[in-house]
């Protein structure tokens, strides 16, 4: 049990009516979760408002209520707190409640539209590497250090950060890297964190049907780099045209990394293959497994970041050649018919294009490129006739599918993602909606030397329609439906 008061502690009051000086048990933001003497903090969602759920909540124990209006009739025994914002309150308490578990580790958020994932579990890795205690909050997995659990969101609520934020600081870890989505950010999922620095990758289209303009998405993201202190470090893409935008307001310690721009950390690309690339940095080469211009990116980035941390500059770069495709990330199989296919969680217009960019320039004749894609339902639609435009542009075939449904149509995506395609360019693509079909017709018509990009899922190991997952693995597809073919 807790005093309600120390949970309290920094939360601005705007009523109370009650005892704070009580003993609670838990906090929920879900009247489902609720049972007897916990606090139950209601917020405005985006289908529902928890304010409705403020009497069921009581009726299952709730000795507190936290909330954005007082009920008009208040039942004796039950404190009642009124707060301006549920969300911005509840991150505070979170954080207490766990006893600010972000302040005793050094917690690094990544944030961008593309690249998190990958920035942060290979951060992960290469100070796993380097002989530390580490953490990881992403999209594929939470770990404290060597134990791992799973995740529902890539940024998930501050309950669940703070309680893994807390097991990690009983296991010791020193260094967490933590992926911090627009969606997190907005839904002030990442506030009341104590950051040692913040990370940001690129900024291009996504998420605009939650965010309505790319200005506001783009100083959504800002937000992480506002609320660092002083003594924090802020480090931005510098060949990003929003990279500098991140930095304008932060009071942390400012670097850049950059490709092309004058900036702090420079790298240079000097040889690209599919089993690996060559890259300068500092004036010494480093060999990497990751290819592709965006992770040459992404591998900077690190390198930079561990710097900052206090890594050795030779240590990482040796570090950094032992690391590993991140899962789902540019996961590729080999057939005995020399057919390459390659997995990729491309679900943005600026992933599939890099990713078809790093492709198209591994071929050295006139191999075909076949990529079989889709685009989530119940997500932001205008990326559909992008993503289909930048499929059948540079792929010699394409084959639309079905990506996540949820509860859309897939054909409907499907005919969204078809409007987007040239009308020189309709020859070149095929709707198949099962995805397990379309990833077998992809095989059947590649011949030897094609690559097959299977992009949009990576890691993912199901396949959602209308609230329903069947398992579902893009690797495990193209490698049964290539190892079956008799050519
Ligand atoms: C659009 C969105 O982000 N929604 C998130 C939001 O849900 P919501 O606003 O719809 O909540 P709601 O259902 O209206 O409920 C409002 C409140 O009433 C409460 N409630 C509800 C019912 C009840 O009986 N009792 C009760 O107390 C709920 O617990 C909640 O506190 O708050 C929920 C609790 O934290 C999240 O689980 C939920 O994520 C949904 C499932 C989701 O799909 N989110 C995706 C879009 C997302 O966040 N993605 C980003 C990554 C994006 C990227 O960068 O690629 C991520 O970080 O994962
Ligand atoms: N630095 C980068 N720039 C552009 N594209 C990238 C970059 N890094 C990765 N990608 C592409 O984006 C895809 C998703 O990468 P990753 O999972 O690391 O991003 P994310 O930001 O975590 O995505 P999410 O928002 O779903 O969490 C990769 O599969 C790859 O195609
Ligand atoms: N974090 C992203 C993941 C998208 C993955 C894609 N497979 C889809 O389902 O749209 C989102 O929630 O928008
Ligand atoms: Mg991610």
């Not at 970041?305 to 890594?311: F, K, P, R």
């Not at 495709?325 to 199989?333: E, I, L, P, T, W």
């Not at 930048?390 to 078809?418: H, K």
Request: hydrophobic residues 40%; contains cysteine; negative net charge.
């Amino acid at each position: 049990m807790k005093l309600l008061k120390d949970i309290l502690y920094g939360v601005s009051l705007a009523a109370v009516s009650g005892d704070t000086n009580v003993m609670v048990n838990h906090l929920h933001f879900d009247s489902r979760k609720v049972e007897m003497d916990d606090v139950f903090v209601a917020i405005k969602g985006l289908i529902t408002d928890g304010h409705k759920y403020i009497q069921t909540a009581i009726n299952q124990g709730a000795k507190a209520i936290v909330c954005e209006k007082l009920p008009e009739i208040l039942v004796n025994g039950v404190t009642y707190l009124e707060v301006d914002n549920g969300n911005k309150a509840l991150a505070i308490m979170a954080s207490n409640f766990y006893e600010n578990p972000s302040k005793n580790l050094k917690l690094v958020g990544v944030t961008g539209t593309n690249g998190k994932t990958t920035v942060s579990s290979l951060l992960y890795s290469l100070f796993k590497k380097a002989g530390y205690k580490v953490g990881l909050i992403s999209t594929i997995k939470i770990m404290v250090d060597e134990k791992e659990y799973p995740t529902t969101h890539t940024t998930p609520d501050v309950m669940t950060i703070n309680w893994h934020l807390h097991l990690m600081n009983q296991e010791g870890v020193e260094f967490c890297f933590m992926e911090v989505s627009s969606h997190g950010i907005h839904q002030k999922r990442a506030e009341g964190l104590h950051f040692e620095g913040a990370i940001f990758t690129n900024l291009s289209h996504d998420h605009l049907d939650y965010h309505k303009t790319f200005a506001e998405y783009r100083d959504t993201k800002k937000e992480l780099f506002d609320g660092l202190s002083r003594t924090a470090f802020a480090l931005t893409n510098f060949d990003d045209k929003n990279g500098m935008v991140m930095l304008q307001n932060t009071k942390a310690r400012k670097y850049t990394y950059a490709l092309k721009s004058f900036a702090d950390y420079r790298a240079q690309i000097l040889e690209n293959q599919i089993n690996g690339q060559l890259l300068k940095i500092d004036d010494n080469e480093l060999w990497s497994k990751l290819i592709g211009d965006f992770n040459a990116y992404n591998l900077l980035a690190i390198y930079a970041t561990a710097d900052i941390l206090g890594l050795e500059k030779l240590e990482i770069l040796r570090l950094i050649s032992e690391l590993e495709n991140v899962d789902g990330r540019f996961q590729y199989f080999i057939s005995k018919e020399k057919i390459t296919a390659i997995v990729d969680y491309a679900h943005t217009p600026d992933a599939l294009k890099n990713v078809l960019i790093t492709i198209n320039a591994l071929r050295t004749g006139n191999e075909n490129v076949i990529t079989v894609v889709g685009c989530g339902g119940d997500r932001d639609k205008s990326k559909r006739p992008v993503m289909g435009h930048i499929a059948s542009e540079m792929s010699n075939q394409a084959i639309f599918t079905s990506d996540n449904p949820r509860t859309e149509s897939p054909e409907v995506i499907i005919e969204e993602m078809e409007a987007g395609v040239e009308p020189q360019n309709i020859k070149k693509i095929l709707a198949i909606e099962n995805r397990k079909q379309a990833i077998k017709t992809a095989c059947k018509l590649a011949s030897a030397n094609d690559i097959i990009l299977v992009a949009g899922k990576g890691h993912e190991n199901y396949q959602e329609t209308n609230g329903k997952r069947i398992d579902f693995d893009d690797f495990k597809e193209v490698k049964a439906a290539l190892n079956s073919l008799n050519k």
